[in-house]
Nanobody, 123 residues
Framework: QVQLVESGGGLVQAGDSLRLSCAASGRAFSLYGMGWFRQAPGKEREFVATISWTSITDYTDSVKGRFTISRDNAKNTLYLQMNSLKPEDTAVYYC?????????????????WGQGTQVTVSS
């Protein structure tokens, strides 16, 4: 059974940085595309970043230049480095993995999801 466990969330001030981690188990981590999504209070879950098995990346426009997605296949871990955080980045952040090797911005193409980690950015 595939398990994804996020960590690294917390309460920070605007302009600070956080690094989220997602530890994966139960399958060959390195072979599949992965992504980060987030859901703010009262809003639908939205795409943040994705990475393919060859580390090709893509980001939603609002985080380009501030967030970096990466993966360490030896550690079966996905990361999201978040710099210059803004109050509008406040959300529960979820990692997810596909059954395909490419990345994707569509949450419907992800099969397995973590439970999420809360990120709160105060102004």
């Amino acid at each position: 059974q595939v398990q994804l466990v996020e960590s690294g969330g917390g309460l920070v001030q605007a302009g600070d940085s956080l690094r989220l981690s997602c530890a994966a188990s139960g399958r060959a981590f390195s072979l599949y595309g992965m992504g980060w999504f987030r859901q703010a209070p009262g809003k639908e879950r939205e795409f943040v970043a994705t990475i393919s098995w060859t580390s090709i990346t893509d980001y939603t426009d609002s985080v380009k230049g501030r967030f970096t997605i990466s993966r360490d296949n030896a550690k079966n871990t996905l990361y999201l480095q978040m710099n210059s955080l803004k109050p509008e980045d406040t959300a529960v952040y979820y990692c997810a993995t596909r059954t395909s090797s490419s990345g994707s911005s569509s949450q419907h193409e992800y099969r397995f999801w973590g439970q999420g980690t809360q990120v709160t950015v105060s102004s």
